[in-house]
């Protein structure tokens, strides 16, 4: 081991151990892009200074936890997805009389406001059933996601991210390049804070969709979280995951896929989840 490597991991204990945020379940080399971009903007060349920088800076300790909780997220992310995704609350509709649906890391609400509009707009779900719980790690992004007012930037179109609604103007109000989503779409989701890693599961949810997590989480802690997901499914409920990520061959069995090249998957078993 390098002495590059030994203040890394320094670095790393000291976040892990003093600043509440769990290093050891992320992937190493996302976590050294992140503080690697921390260091350009601190103008510090070692691990070892940055060390220094952030014992000795509060404001830099919130700038690094920021760093390493990615946000990026929008409505109707990949869209053909939130196209079979309509077809499983359709199906959803059909045979329960309570729906609920788990938006788990939810970023910015972008995902279960998603959730609550298609179920608003969709005359074959009963939105009245509907309850739709949201939850991330991260505060701050919990009370963006409350808030729910969304703004276009240069790299940012809202009224192009609400293109599969055929009238996304019933359910948010725009000024300017403001998005407010509307009450009734609020009323349907509940934030709350929740920790997939250290997290108890939750249990009879009928949909999970838990999407573009797993790319900043190790190998071998992806498997827990995945397991603490599925637990809070109910047989026959549903699983939508990123569409970049997999599911780990323990699992498998547990579940067939209803579109596999989407990541959605039914649950069938819950023999294999421990
Ligand atoms: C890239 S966003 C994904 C947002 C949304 N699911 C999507 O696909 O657009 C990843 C989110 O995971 C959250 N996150 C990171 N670690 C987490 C954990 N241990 N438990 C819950 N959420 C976590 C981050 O705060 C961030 O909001």
């Not at 055929?166 to 009734?184: G, I, K, N, S």
Request: glycine share 4%.
């Amino acid at each position: 081991m390098t002495s590059d490597d030994e203040a890394f991991d320094r670095l790393l204990e000291y976040v892990e151990d003093e600043l509440g945020f769990a290093t050891s379940y992320y992937d190493d080399s996302y976590l050294d892009r992140r503080v690697s971009s921390r260091m350009r903007r601190s103008d510090t060349e070692s691990y070892a200074a940055y060390l220094d920088l952030l014992q000795s800076d509060e404001s830099e300790q919130e700038a690094l936890l920021d760093a390493f909780s990615v946000n990026v997220t929008s409505f109707f992310r990949n869209p053909e997805v939130w196209e079979e995704v309509r077809n499983v609350l359709r199906a959803l509709s059909a045979e329960r009389d309570r729906i609920r649906l788990w938006s788990a890391a939810c970023s910015d609400g972008r995902e279960p406001y998603s959730l609550s509009m298609l179920a608003l707009d969709d005359p074959e779900v009963k939105d009245g059933n509907v309850r739709i719980t949201a939850t991330d790690i991260d505060r701050e992004i919990l009370a963006a996601a409350r808030r729910g007012v969304y703004e276009n930037t240069r790299t940012t179109d809202i009224g192009e991210q609400l293109a599969p609604l055929d009238e996304y103007e019933r359910y948010v109000r725009r000024t300017d390049d403001e998005f407010a989503v509307t009450d009734p779409v609020k009323d349907l989701v509940s934030f709350e804070r929740h920790d997939l890693i250290n997290g108890d599961p939750k249990s009879d949810f009928d949909l999970v969709v838990c999407r573009n997590l797993f790319i900043y989480i190790d190998a071998e802690h992806k498997l827990p979280i995945l397991e603490t997901v599925s637990k809070s499914l109910s047989v026959g409920g549903y699983l939508v995951i990123g569409k970049t990520e997999t599911l780990p061959d323990t699992l498998k069995p547990a579940f067939e896929p209803v579109a596999r090249r989407l990541r959605i998957y039914k649950k069938v078993d819950t023999t294999s989840i421990r």
